[in-house]
């Protein structure tokens, strides 16, 4: 192939590629994150990206451009949704309790119901195992704790 027609071929496929608007655009993926972080995690999500300022803070850039400007912030599915969802794979992973509290803390920041926080783990057991359930049910004690949430349990059905 001539090095005119690979650049034809490149050029074709690179103009199919759809890049997002807010991946050509950082400021607005920066802004767009820190907002999204801070509705849902108040001060304790900037709290975990400054955190990382010392060793890695590129991570900390990723979690706020990424993880919140390009996916949390998307439309068409609610933040409590999306929370819940956030809930259960880390719940389902069994070993992320510092960021399984961090969610818990946010999905109810953000309008989720402590039964349905718990409802969502529970289904984990299915999936994931009844370890990783237990697991994901003491880190929402712990949240309901620190927040003053009484727990009235569902009987089994």
């Known amino acids: 192939m001539t090095l005119k027609k690979l650049s034809a071929v490149t050029g074709l496929v690179l103009s199919a590629i759809a890049i997002p608007a807010s991946a050509a655009e950082p400021d607005s993926?920066?802004?767009?994150?820190?907002?999204?972080?801070?509705?849902?995690?108040?001060?304790?999500?900037?709290?975990?990206?400054?955190?990382?300022s010392d060793i890695s803070p590129a991570l900390g850039d990723w979690i706020v451009?990424?993880?919140?400007?390009?996916?949390?912030?998307?439309p068409g599915v609610a933040l409590c949704t999306r929370e819940l969802a956030t809930i259960a794979a880390l719940t389902a992973l069994g070993n992320a309790q510092p960021q399984l509290k961090v969610h818990i803390e946010g999905a109810l920041n953000v309008g989720c119901k402590p039964?349905?926080?718990?409802?969502?783990?529970?289904?984990?057991?299915?999936?994931?195992?009844?370890?990783?359930?237990?697991?994901?049910?003491?880190?929402?004690?712990?949240?309901?704790?620190?927040?003053?949430?009484?727990?009235?349990?569902a009987p089994p059905e």
């Open 29 to 52: 993926r920066r802004v767009k994150g820190a907002e999204t972080l801070e509705k849902i995690t108040g001060a304790t999500g900037n709290s975990v990206v400054n955190s990382l």
């Open 115 to 153: 039964e349905e926080i718990v409802e969502i783990i529970i289904q984990m057991a299915v999936y994931a195992g009844f370890p990783s359930a237990l697991n994901g049910i003491s880190a929402a004690r712990e949240v309901f704790a620190k927040r003053g949430i009484k727990m009235v349990a």
């Open 65 to 74: 451009d990424f993880a919140y400007g390009d996916v949390f912030s998307r």
